[in-house]
């Protein structure tokens, strides 16, 4: 069966440092990876998709960015960390069928 | 502009009772509709899904009714019990585009 990991489950880092977020998927071959982040109250915001080894599609405009350096690993990186990136991270993929399956989720603080 | 609204972000059912769950979207070119459950810190949960060449789709509890015309979708839980407590979000995608859109959640309160 398929199982997603996502770590860390929570990361608390100060603004202007670096990120690096990770999400392997196991039991499954190229699979669309994504990247999602819920705000407090809010609901679930694409942010990077991706349907291939280094192929990234992004949605939101902002200082994260993402890479797929194979294909059952999908990172989530800033340089810079800003406040309003605190949130829930979380990491889903989806193969030939239309069903989404999502990873447990980072819980991310910027202090 | 949000493709995929769910117009009530709470709901409180006595336990054994029905919860009616619903979300509207405006893209008629979605033709997958998915439900999700999820608990505070935790990663969503699939539970049940629909096309869009049917209006109906059940599975043990668990209804998702689909109205093209009203571009409308509803999930019903029957009896509610109080471990079905948690955000239900509903998503739509277009076969082939690898995007999945989300409502903003309802949080149901399933009362014993």
């Known amino acids: 069966s398929q199982t997603i990991h996502q770590w860390p489950a929570t990361l608390v880092q100060p603004v202007g440092s670096p990120l690096s977020l990770e999400c392997t998927v196991e039991?499954?071959?190229?699979?669309?990876l994504y990247w999602y982040r819920q705000a407090a109250g809010r609901g679930l915001q694409l942010l990077f998709y991706?349907?291939?080894?280094?192929?990234i599609s992004s949605e939101v405009p902002q200082n994260l960015s993402a890479s797929r350096p194979q294909d059952r690993q999908f990172i989530l990186s800033s340089k810079k960390l800003l406040l309003s990136d605190s949130g829930f991270y979380l990491c889903?993929?989806?193969?030939?069928?239309?069903?989404?399956?999502f990873g447990p989720g980072t819980r991310l603080t910027v202090t | 502009d949000q493709q995929v609204k769910q117009n009530s972000p709470s709901l409180s059912v006595q336990e054994g009772r029905i919860s009616i769950l619903n979300c509207d979207y405006t893209?008629?070119?979605?033709?997958?509709f998915l439900w999700y459950k999820k608990y505070p810190a935790e990663g969503p949960t699939f539970l049940i899904s629909?096309?869009?060449?049917?209006d109906k789709n059940e599975d043990g509890r668990f209804t998702v009714f689909l109205n093209k015309s009203a571009k409308h979708l509803s999930l019903h839980i029957v009896p509610s019990q109080p471990g079905d407590s948690a955000v239900y979000f509903c998503?739509?995608?277009?076969?082939?585009?690898?995007?999945?859109?989300f409502g903003t959640g309802t949080r149901l309160k399933v009362l014993a």
């Open positions: 889903a993929w989806s193969g030939q069928g239309d069903e989404q399956y």
């Open positions: 039991g499954t071959s190229n699979p669309n």
């Open positions: 991706s349907v291939g080894i280094g192929q």
């Open positions: 893209n008629s070119m979605f033709d997958y």
């Open positions: 629909i096309s869009s060449i049917k």
């Open positions: 998503a739509a995608t277009t076969s082939g585009t690898y995007k999945y859109i």
